[in-house]
């Protein structure tokens, strides 16, 4: 399984959004089991992109913290 192309078109122009803010792209990840795909970018930024190209922001705790 591959990322449809609505995927690749969303992922380009989400990494694009993403990095206008100052983020770096940390990560991204296609999950074969779903078929979708995940962007970690920042340190608590993930967005999800589902085959049919609709997207989900969803905000990541980090797991270290700050003193």
């Keep these: 399984m591959i990322p449809t192309s609505e995927q690749k078109t969303q992922l380009f122009l989400l990494c694009c959004w ?3 803010l100052y ?3 940390n ?3 296609f999950d ?3 078929g ?3 962007i970690l970018a920042g340190e608590e930024n993930m967005i999800k ?3 049919n190209a609709k997207w989900r922001y969803v ?3 980090s797991l ?3 003193v």
């Design 32 to 34: 074969k089991r779903t």
């Design 49 to 51: 992109i589902y085959p």
């Design 64 to 66: 270290t913290s700050k």
């Design 18 to 20: 993403l990095t206008q």
């Design 36 to 38: 979708n795909v995940f």
């Design 59 to 61: 905000v990541c705790l």
């Design 23 to 25: 983020l770096p792209i």
């Design 27 to 29: 990560l991204v990840r």
